[in-house]
C-alpha cells in the first residue's frame, strides 16, 4: 500500500509531496498505514470536497492511496478535512522512511 | 521564560553564538544560524525604530502603561495544537493584559497592535472592518504546521515544522501578520475572488500592507525598505532570504517562481489540483507587487503616504470579486488622477509602473 499526500497553497504557496510505502516501511509502521487508511474510510471518500469558504493562504491536499489494483484520489481543503483524514495526513508526514520533495507551484 | 515589555524584539540565541555557529558549524546548524542572524538584524532595526518612537512619545500604550487600546480591540488565543474546528482555542492574552511567557502569543498581539494602529492611523480605518471588530488571532495551530492562514474570520498562525518555515517563525515578521490581516480587510471590502487574477490581487494587497506594516514600523522611506515579505522566517527545506520579494519576484528563495511582469505570468487553472495554488495566486502576485514596488520607489519618501493611499482607496472603494490586473491598474490610476491630480507625479508613476510590468 502506497499513500501520497500533496499539499499545496498555503502563505507560501509551495508544493510538498509526501509519500509513505508499506513496501520501505517497517513492519509495524506499515500494518499502522494501512489501519490508518481503514480508519479514514479512504476508498469511501467522494474525490472532490466542497468548495472551499472564506478564507485565504489555506492550505490544499490531494490524497492518493494505491493498494494492489485499486487506487483512489480525495480532493479537500484544510478547513474540510474529516478527522481521520487529517490523522492518515499528519501520520504520513511523521512517519520514518517517508519520502518528501518540495517544489513551487504550477 | 522571562515576560519581557518588548517580546518581539528579544532575540533566541546569542548573537556570539549564532555567529560562531554560523562559520565553524556543520553545514545544516550553519545554515540555521545564519538565517538566524539576518532575522537579528532586522530585529535589531525594529528595536532601533521603537526605541525611536518611544522617544518620541509614539509607543504603543502597552508597553508603556498608558492607554492599552491604541492598537485596537485584540485578543489572543491558543489553539493548543488543534485543527479548524478547535478555534479559536483557549484566550490567553486580551487587550491591555500585560504580555506572558509565550512568545508566540505577545507576537501576535503586537503584530495585530503594529497592523491595526497602521490602519488607523494611516488610511482612517477602524479595524478589519472599519468598525472596529475585534482582532482575533489564535496560535499553536496543528502540529509543526507550516502556514499562517486567515480563515475568514480570524488570523492563524502554526508553530512551523523547521522545513519550509522556521520552528516559531510565523508570528516573527509584523509583514507576515498584516499580510494575513489585510486579507479580512480584502474580504470586508473589495472581496476579491481567491482565484486567477482576482486572487492574484488578493494576495498582491496583503503583500503590500504587509510590507507597508513594516515600513512604517522601521521608519524606512521606499528607497530604504527591502520589499521582502518574510524575511529570516524560512525554514531548512527552503534556501533564500525570504518568501517573496516585491523589488525583485523570483529571487526571494530557491522555488520562488514568482512572476515580476506578464511576461512571467502562470496561466494555471483554478481546479482541486493542490499545485495549481487556485489559479497561481502566489505565482501572479509577483507582477502586481512589482507595479506596487515601481510605483511607490517612483514616488519617492514614504512609501504608505501617497502609494499606500491610493492602493487603499482603489481596494476598498474601487475593485469587486472579479477584477482583472488591467482593471486594477485603470483604477489605481484613476485613483491617484482624483487624490494628486491628472497630470500629477504620483498619476504618472502609478501609471508607468503598469507598464513597466506588462499590464498596461
Redesign the interface.
Known amino acids: 500500500m502506497k499513500v501520497s499526500v ?11 509531496t509526501t509519500t509513505a510505502d508499506s513496501a520501505t516501511l517497517a513492519p509495524d509502521d506499515a500494518a499502522l498505514l494501512r489501519s490508518k487508511v481503514d480508519e479514514a474510510k479512504f476508498f469511501d471518500l467522494p474525490g ?2 466542497p468548495r ?11 490524497v492518493t492511496v494505491e493498494d494492489d489494483d485499486r487506487a483512489h484520489t480525495v ?1 479537500r481543503a ?2 474540510d ?1 474529516p478527522a481521520a483524514l ?1 490523522a492518515l495526513i ?1 501520520w504520513v508526514s ?1 512517519v520514518p522512511g517517508r519520502e518528501t520533495g ?5 | 521564560m522571562t515576560p519581557t515589555p518588548c517580546p518581539q524584539c528579544c532575540s533566541i540565541a546569542p548573537p556570539d553564538l549564532l555567529a560562531a555557529i554560523a562559520e565553524r558549524g556543520d553545514p545544516a546548524d550553519r545554515e540555521a544560524a545564519q538565517r538566524t542572524l539576518a532575522a537579528s538584524a532586522v530585529l535589531r532595526a525594529q528595536r532601533e525604530a521603537a526605541t525611536r518612537r518611544r522617544r518620541e512619545g509614539a509607543e504603543d500604550g502597552a508597553a508603556l502603561g498608558v492607554a492599552a487600546n491604541v492598537g485596537g480591540r485584540r485578543t489572543v488565543y491558543d489553539a493548543g495544537h488543534g ?2 474546528g478547535d478555534l479559536p482555542g483557549k484566550k490567553v492574552r486580551g487587550v491591555g493584559d500585560k504580555a506572558v511567557a509565550d512568545r508566540a502569543v505577545n507576537e501576535a498581539y503586537d503584530g495585530a497592535g503594529l497592523t491595526y494602529r497602521f490602519y488607523k492611523e494611516v488610511l482612517g480605518r477602524d479595524s478589519i472592518d472599519g468598525k472596529g471588530m475585534e482582532l482575533v488571532s489564535s496560535v499553536h495551530y496543528g ?2 504546521f ?8 480570524q488570523m492563524v498562525y502554526g508553530d512551523g515544522s523547521g ?3 522556521a520552528r516559531g517563525g ?1 508570528t516573527k515578521d509584523v509583514d ?1 501578520i498584516a ?2 490581516l489585510t ?1 479580512g480587510v ?2 470586508m471590502t473589495a472581496a476579491l475572488d ?1 482565484s486567477k487574477q482576482p486572487g492574484a490581487l ?2 498582491s494587497f ?1 503583500d503590500v500592507f504587509g510590507s507597508l506594516v513594516k515600513q512604517r514600523h522601521l521608519d524606512q522611506t521606499a528607497a530604504e525598505a527591502d520589499w521582502l515579505i ?1 524575511a529570516g522566517i524560512l525554514g531548512s ?2 534556501h533564500g532570504q525570504a ?1 517573496r520579494s516585491m523589488k525583485a519576484p523570483g529571487t526571494a528563495n530557491d ?3 514568482q512572476a515580476g511582469s506578464m511576461n512571467g505570468y ?1 496561466d ?1 487553472p483554478d481546479d ?7 489559479g ?4 501572479n502576485s509577483g507582477i502586481p507587487n512589482r507595479a506596487f514596488y515601481l510605483a511607490a520607489t517612483a514616488i519617492g519618501g514614504h512609501a504608505w503616504e501617497a502609494a499606500g493611499r491610493i492602493w487603499y482607496v482603489t481596494l476598498t472603494k474601487h475593485l469587486d470579486a472579479g477584477t482583472d490586473f488591467r482593471a486594477a491598474a485603470d483604477a489605481t490610476i484613476a485613483v491617484a488622477g482624483e487624490l494628486f491630480g491628472a497630470a500629477s507625479p504620483e498619476r504618472q508613476a502609478v501609471s508607468g509602473a503598469w507598464k513597466e510590468v506588462g499590464v498596461l
Open positions: 500533496v499539499r499545496g497553497g498555503g502563505l507560501a504557496g509551495v508544493v510538498e472532490a470536497g472551499p469558504g472564506a478564507g485565504a493562504d489555506r492550505f490544499h491536499y490531494a480532493h484544510e478547513a478535512l487529517g499528519a511523521s518540495l517544489a513551487p507551484p504550477g | 485543527t479548524e502540529t509543526d507550516d502556514n499562517a492562514f486567515w480563515n475568514g474570520s522545513r519550509i518555515f510565523l507576515v499580510h494575513e486579507h480584502t474580504q481567491y488578493n494576495e496583503s518574510g527545506a527552503l518568501l522555488l520562488d517562481r502562470a494555471l482541486d489540483d493542490p499545485a495549481h495554488d487556485n497561481g495566486v502566489h505565482i
